[in-house]
């Protein structure tokens, strides 16, 4: 069985509380169960973590050639200033996807810049929760075909 990392940066720890017209109701529980139920359809195994600290996220990002045959990750704040995730983004050569729940190009003019997404195959953002779903279905072909 093939296995997914799934990485959640800052504050997604407070979905379903955090603003909820921007973000939606799910928690971040919510999704990671959803996603297990649909990974799971599709013979995927996932792991899934939320760190609110940028070296964390590198260090997990950092096992994904090793231990892993894809990465999803939305990288929240991060996305808009960490050189740093680039950075370790970049190498890695597994297939790897941003997703964002809301559409940050729809958003404040500091939020439709992602410097993050330079480092993957792939960006899906603006489905809410089913941005995930999207995310594990793309990355579902790049694994495949
Ligand atoms: C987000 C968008 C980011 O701009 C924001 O900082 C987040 C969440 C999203 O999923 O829509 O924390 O990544």
């Not at 995927?44 to 045959?69: A, T």
């Amino acid at each position: 069985m093939k296995k997914i990392l799934i990485i959640n940066g800052p504050n997604l720890n407070l979905l379903g509380k955090r603003e909820e017209l921007i973000y939606g109701k799910a928690t971040l529980e919510d999704i990671k169960n959803n996603c297990e139920k649909y990974s799971s359809k599709l013979k995927l195994k996932i792991d899934f973590f939320q760190f609110n600290n940028e070296g964390e996220i590198i260090d997990k990002i950092q096992e994904v050639e090793k231990k892993y045959d894809g990465l999803i990750i939305n990288p929240a704040a991060y996305t808009h200033s960490s050189i740093a995730i680039l950075d370790s983004l970049r190498a890695i050569k597994k297939p790897k996807i941003e997703i964002h729940l809301s559409n940050i190009y729809s958003r404040e003019d500091y939020r439709k810049k992602s410097i993050t997404s330079e480092g993957v195959d792939g960006l899906i953002c603006g489905f809410g929760e089913n941005s995930y779903i999207l995310g594990i279905e793309a990355i579902h072909k790049l694994i495949y075909n």
